[in-house]
C-alpha cells in the first residue's frame, strides 16, 4: 500500500482570541503553517504580529480558540510544549542575557546541554552554526554578549535558534530579524532562510521591508487590527498591492532633494576625522545627512561622540545643540518604570517648565499634540510605555527627540520595528523639519532610508571613507563606496 | 471598594497598615493609657528615622548600587561639631545649623569625589568615607559631652499643639521632599537616572550633576538629623548615629521604595519610621527580653515585606 503521507500542519492555530483589557490584539486569528513553507507575516505596528507569534510559542494563551500540533490538538500548550513540538522563536526585543558568553547562552536556550564538556559542545554548536548562516561572521563564542554589537547579538540569537541540540527544529519564527542586520548580513540570513525551508523546515517570517518579505516567503499573511485580512501566495503580491492590503497609500518615493551649496557656511556640527583617517565630518543648517556602510563600522559611535560632546553631564545648557534618537530601545531609550507621556517629555522638560516645576497641563497638552501627529496608538498616554508595541515605543522616542528645540537630531537606526505607513509620516516630518532649518544625522542600515538623505557618509572599519551628494546617493554607489579603504 | 482596590496598589500603603496595627495593639495591652504618651513617643522618634530616610531615598531612587553608608558618621559629626560650636549660647542656634549643613555639604561632596573620581562603587566610598568622618568625629569630641544651647533642647522636646517640634520639622521637610521629587524637573532627572543610566544621558540629562547634587542633598538631611538628635538627647554621643545606618535603609524599603531605583515615594517612609519604632515599644511593653525582642523585629520586617510584595512595581 503505497499511502501518500498526510502533510499535517507543523501548527495550527484556529480562530484565537486574545484581548488586553479593551484592547484586542487577536481577533479570530487562524492560521496553519506547513512543514517546508516559509510564511510571511506583514501588517503595521500594532496589528496582532508580535501577539500571534507569542501564542504560537507558547507564552500567551488565547482566551478562546484551539491550537494543534501535527494535527493533533495540544490541551495545554506553554513555552515547554512549544519547545518540545521543535518551536523555536528569534525575538523582536533581544533576549540574550548580556553578562554571558555566547556559549552560556547557548546552554540556556538549549537545557539538554548538560554534563562534562558542554562548554565544548555548545561551542561546536553554536560556532558550526554561525559558520553556515554568516561565513565570515568573526564572533567568538567564548566571548561576552554585552561586548557583541547590536547586529552580532542578532546572528548569535538566529544561530541559537536554528541550532538542533535534543528536538528536530521543526519551525522557527523570525520576528524582524534583519532590522539590525545590513544589507550583506540580511541576504547571508534569508539565503539560509531558502535552504532551511527547502529542506522541509517551516518559518514565519516577520519584516516591514517588504522586498525581503516578497523574495523569501512562499506564502503571504496580511493582518490587521487583529485579524488576517489577506492570505496569498507570495507570487500573487507585489510591493503595491501588499502596501495596499495593509491600508496604507504608498507615496511616490522621489522627493525633493536639496543640495545645498555650502561652501562658506559654518556647519552646525563637525568632527574631525576618526583617528587621523579618512573624511571628517560636517552637518550644516537644514540638511539631512545620511550615515551608511556596512553595520557596526562606526556609525553609532560617530554619532554618540557627536552628541556626548554637546551635552554636559554635570550642568545642563540652557538649550539643547543636539537631541538623540535612540535604536537599542532598551539599552538608551526607553525607560521601563514610567507612562508614556513621561517617556516622551523627558528630553524638554526645561520647555515645560517655570522656576524647576513641571508644568502638567504643558506635558499633557505636549503629548496629546504629539500622540495625534504621529498616532501613537494607545488610549491613554498614562498607560505604561512596555504596554506599547515595538514600534509605537519607537515613535515615543521620535517625538521625544522632535519635541525639544535641539537645532540637530542625531538618530541611530531609529526605524527598526516601524511599519510602513509611519515610516511615510515619519519621513514626511523629517522633510518638514529640515525645511525649517533643522539638521538631522540619520544611520540607518536600510538602502531606502539611505537614498532619502540629502548628503550621505559612507563607513568602512571605523572612519567615514567617501561622500555622496545629491542624485549620486544611489544604492549602487553606496555600496560600491562601503568597500573603499580609508585613505591615510 | 474600588478606593480600597486603588489604596491597596499604592506601594506606601502598608507600612501605615503595619503601623496602625502595631499602634493598636499596644495601646489595648496597657488598656489605652499611655495612647497620648505612646503616639508622641512614636512621633518623636519617628522624625529622626525619616529625615534620614529621605535622603537615603533619594539615592536609592538613583538606582542599583547606589547607597550612602556615611549617614551615621556625617549625623555624629554635625551633632558634635554644631554643639560645640554653639557652646551652650543660645544666639548661635541658626549659625550653628548653618555649620551642620556645611558639614553635610562637604561629607556629601567627598562622596561623590570617591564615587567619580576614583571610579569606586558607591557602597564602598560611602563606607570609606563613614571612616574618616567618624575619625574626625572622635578627634573633635574627645569623649566629652557637650550640653546644647538651652533654647534648643527646649524647641526639639517640647510639643506644639500635642505635636511633637521634630515631627514638624520633619513633616515640613517631607512637604519639601515629596515636591522635590513628583513636580521638579530634578525629581524626574533621579527617577529616570534609576531606570536606565544611559538613556537617561542620551535624553540629555545632566547625570553627574544630577548624581552629585543627590548625594550632597542625602548628607545635609543626616546632618540635620544629627544636629537635632544631638540637641533632642542633651548631647552629642560618639555612638549616636550608629542605629540609624540600618534605619535610613529599612524605612525606605518597607516603605515601598523600589531598591532596584528608580521609583520612590515619601509617604511610605512615614508608615515605615512609625513602625520601627512601635514594634519596639510594643514588644518592651509585652516584656520581651532583648534577644527576642531583635527576633520579632525582624521576623515582623520579614512579615510586612512579604505581604507588601504582592504590588505590583510598574503602578505609577
Not at chain 1, 517648565?353 to 496608538?377: D, Y
Not at chain 2, 524626574?188 to 548624581?211: C, E, H, K, L
Amino acid at each position: 500500500m503505497t499511502a501518500i503521507p498526510l502533510r499535517h500542519a507543523v501548527i495550527e492555530v484556529a480562530d484565537a482570541k486574545i484581548s488586553f483589557g479593551a484592547v484586542k490584539a487577536l481577533d479570530g486569528v487562524t492560521l496553519r503553517i506547513l512543514p517546508g513553507e516559509c510564511v510571511g507575516l506583514v501588517g503595521h505596528n500594532g496589528a496582532g504580529k508580535s501577539t500571534i507569534v507569542n501564542v504560537i510559542n507558547g507564552g500567551l494563551s488565547p482566551h478562546q480558540g484551539t491550537i494543534a500540533c501535527a494535527g493533533e490538538p495540544m490541551q495545554r500548550y506553554g513555552i515547554a510544549a512549544a519547545r518540545a513540538n521543535g518551536v523555536r522563536c528569534v525575538f523582536q526585543e533581544l533576549s540574550l542575557c548580556p553578562n554571558l558568553t555566547v556559549i552560556e547562552n547557548t546552554r540556556v536556550m538549549h537545557r539538554t546541554l548538560t554534563g562534562w564538556g558542554w562548554r565544548r559542545r555548545a561551542a561546536r554548536i553554536i560556532g558550526d552554526k554561525l559558520d553556515e548562516i554568516f561565513p565570515g561572521h568573526g564572533i567568538d563564542p567564548t566571548g561576552v554578549v554585552s561586548d557583541l554589537s547590536i547586529a552580532e547579538r542578532q546572528m548569535v540569537e538566529i544561530a541559537t535558534a536554528f541550532s538542533q541540540v535534543a528536538q528536530p527544529v521543526k519551525l522557527v519564527i523570525l520576528d524582524e530579524p534583519t532590522s539590525s542586520l545590513d544589507a550583506s548580513l540580511a541576504t547571508q540570513l534569508l539565503d539560509y532562510v531558502r535552504r532551511f525551508v527547502e529542506a522541509g523546515g517551516s518559518v514565519i517570517f516577520i519584516s516591514h521591508i517588504l522586498g525581503e518579505i516578497l523574495s523569501t516567503s512562499d506564502r503571504i499573511v496580511v493582518m490587521k487590527d487583529g485579524k488576517v485580512v489577506a492570505e496569498r501566495p507570495a507570487g500573487k503580491f507585489d510591493e503595491h498591492s501588499l502596501v495596499a492590503a495593509m491600508g496604507s497609500v504608498v507615496k511616490g518615493r522621489h522627493q525633493e532633494k536639496r543640495i545645498n551649496d555650502t561652501a562658506g557656511l559654518t556647519p552646525l556640527l563637525s568632527q574631525p576625522s576618526r583617528r587621523g583617517k579618512g573624511l571628517a565630518f560636517e552637518a550644516f543648517a537644514g540638511e539631512i545627512i545620511g550615515l551608511a556602510g556596512l553595520g557596526g563600522h562606526g556609525q553609532t559611535d560617530t554619532l554618540i561622540d557627536l552628541y556626548l560632546a554637546r551635552t554636559g553631564s554635570w550642568l545642563r545648557g540652557r538649550d539643547a545643540e543636539v537631541a538623540f534618537v535612540a535604536g537599542d530601545r532598551a539599552l538608551n531609550g526607553v525607560f521601563p518604570l514610567w507612562s508614556i507621556l513621561k517617556n516622551l517629555t523627558i528630553a524638554d522638560l526645561a520647555g515645560l517648565s517655570r522656576r524647576g516645576l513641571v508644568s502638567e497641563p504643558a506635558e499633557a497638552n505636549l503629548g496629546q499634540a504629539w500622540k495625534q501627529r504621529i498616532e501613537i496608538r494607545t488610549q491613554d498616554l498614562g498607560n505604561p510605555i512596555l504596554s506599547l508595541s515595538g514600534g509605537n515605543q519607537q515613535k515615543v522616542l521620535f517625538a521625544r527627540a522632535l519635541a525639544t528645540p535641539a537645532p540637530a537630531v542625531l538618530m541611530d537606526d531609529p526605524m527598526r520595528g516601524v511599519d510602513i505607513g509611519t515610516k511615510q509620516e515619519v519621513y514626511a516630518i523629517l522633510r518638514a523639519e529640515a525645511d525649517k532649518g533643522r539638521t538631522f544625522v540619520w544611520y540607518s542600515t536600510e538602502m531606502d532610508e539611505i537614498c532619502l538623505c540629502d548628503r550621505v557618509y559612507v563607513f568602512n572599519n571605523g572612519v567615514i571613507v567617501a561622500e555622496l551628494k545629491g542624485d549620486s546617493v544611489t544604492e549602487k554607489n553606496v555600496l560600491a563606496a562601503s568597500f573603499i579603504g580609508a585613505a591615510a | 471598594m474600588n478606593i480600597l482596590v486603588s489604596l491597596s496598589r499604592k506601594p506606601w500603603i502598608w507600612s501605615f497598615v503595619a503601623a496602625f496595627a502595631v499602634w493598636v495593639a499596644t495601646i489595648l495591652f496597657t488598656g489605652g493609657a499611655s495612647t497620648i504618651g505612646l503616639s508622641q513617643a512614636a512621633l518623636t522618634f519617628a522624625a529622626f528615622s525619616i529625615l534620614v530616610g529621605i535622603g537615603q531615598m533619594f539615592v536609592i531612587t538613583l538606582g542599583p548600587g547606589n547607597i550612602d553608608l556615611c549617614v551615621p558618621a556625617t549625623m555624629t559629626l554635625a551633632g558634635t561639631v554644631a554643639l560645640k560650636f554653639m557652646q551652650v549660647d543660645n544666639s548661635l542656634i541658626l549659625p550653628g545649623l548653618v555649620v551642620a549643613i556645611a558639614i553635610g555639604v562637604a561629607v556629601g561632596i567627598g562622596n561623590y569625589a570617591l564615587i567619580k573620581l576614583l571610579q569606586i562603587p558607591p557602597i564602598i566610598a560611602t563606607l570609606s568615607m563613614s571612616f574618616i568622618v567618624q575619625s574626625t568625629a572622635i578627634w573633635t569630641n574627645r569623649g566629652l559631652r557637650i550640653k546644647p544651647p538651652e533654647a534648643l533642647a527646649t524647641f526639639t522636646t517640647e510639643t506644639t499643639i500635642g505635636i511633637p517640634n521634630v515631627a514638624l520639622v520633619a513633616l515640613v521637610l517631607s512637604v519639601l521632599a515629596f515636591i522635590l521629587l513628583q513636580k521638579t524637573v530634578y525629581g524626574r532627572w533621579i527617577a529616570a537616572i534609576g531606570q536606565s543610566i544611559r538613556a537617561a544621558r542620551m535624553a540629555g540629562i545632566p547625570v553627574d550633576g544630577t548624581r552629585f547634587v543627590t548625594y550632597v542633598l542625602c548628607s545635609i538631611l543626616a546632618a540635620v538629623c544629627g544636629y537635632l538628635l544631638a540637641s533632642f538627647s542633651g548631647g552629642a554621643a560618639l555612638n549616636m548615629g550608629s542605629e540609624y545606618l540600618l534605619m535610613s535603609i529599612a524605612v525606605v524599603v518597607i516603605g515601598g521604595t523600589a531598591v532596584a531605583g528608580g521609583n520612590s515615594n515619601v509617604a511610605g517612609i512615614w508608615g515605615a519610621s512609625l513602625f520601627m519604632f512601635l514594634v519596639v515599644s510594643m514588644l518592651n511593653t509585652y516584656g520581651a527580653g532583648a534577644g527576642i525582642r531583635l527576633i520579632m523585629t525582624g521576623l515582623i520586617i520579614i512579615a510586612v515585606i512579604v505581604v507588601a510584595g504582592g504590588r505590583n512595581p510598574n503602578q505609577r
